[in-house]
């Protein structure tokens, strides 16, 4: 398995303003993920962020609202940019282990009034 | 696309009770199964999973869960449930499509209250 932190753990912000949400693994992977969770709905994959090359995205979601960094195989951001209420969920990163097996951080809750 | 579907999205237990949560995806080719569960509070944690073998595997807390290739299914199974199994539980599936094997797909989820 893997130990998984994120930060922050919660927010409220403002719309109109950009949140960055980090996510620190305990080893390093080769595999990120960063997943949504909006009220009420199930996980939803935003993109995938390997080290080393651009992070791969979902139908759905775009680089210019959600950019993505992985400077090394042990950490990542994610970007929520120009938020709107809508933006409101839970953000979640995983990584891969063990073969196809994903293991998930704590998440990060935002709101945005 | 593929897809997952939990058919319970609430369900509540007695302690003692057995429990069997269904989840049933659509997809024709080769998958990697498996049940997640969020204790109230607490970030998503891996229950079990199946890759392939035996279709019946077990895993943490007492819980398994079954495979069932012909119904594109895979069900979860506690023979006794406890208040402490109060939760949430999301089947989710990594289908074999175009050598793109780590997307997985989430059902919607289970919530589980166990009233003691």
């Known amino acids: 398995s893997a130990v998984i932190s994120q930060k922050p753990s919660r927010d409220i912000c403002q719309r109109g303003t950009s949140l960055t949400i980090q996510c620190q693994v305990d080893s390093q992977v080769t595999m990120m993920f960063w997943y949504r969770q909006q009220p009420g709905q199930s996980l939803t994959l935003i993109a995938t962020a390997n080290q080393g090359s651009e992070a791969t995205y979902e139908s759905g979601f775009v680089i210019d609202k959600f950019p993505i960094s992985r400077p090394n195989l042990t950490f990542s951001t994610l970007t929520v940019s120009n938020m709107s209420p809508e933006d409101s969920s839970i953000y979640l990163c995983s990584v891969e282990k063990g073969g196809e097996t994903q293991y998930f951080g704590p998440g990060t809750r935002l709101l945005v009034l | 696309a593929q897809s997952v579907s939990q058919h319970n999205h609430h369900v509540i237990l007695s302690e003692a009770a057995s429990l069997e949560l269904g989840c049933n995806y659509s997809y024709g080719g080769t998958v990697n199964l498996f049940w997640y569960v969020q204790y109230p509070g607490q970030h998503l944690q891996l229950l079990l999973k199946y890759f392939s073998g035996d279709p019946l595997v077990k895993g943490i807390k007492g819980f398994e869960a079954e495979f069932i290739k012909s119904k594109f299914s895979f069900n979860l199974r506690k023979p006794s449930v406890q208040w402490s199994d109060t939760a949430e539980y999301f089947c989710?599936?990594?289908?074999?499509?175009?050598?793109?094997?780590?997307?997985?797909?989430f059902g919607t989820g289970t919530l589980l209250a166990v009233q003691p």
């Open positions: 989710a599936v990594n289908a074999h499509e175009g050598g793109a094997t780590n997307k997985l797909i």
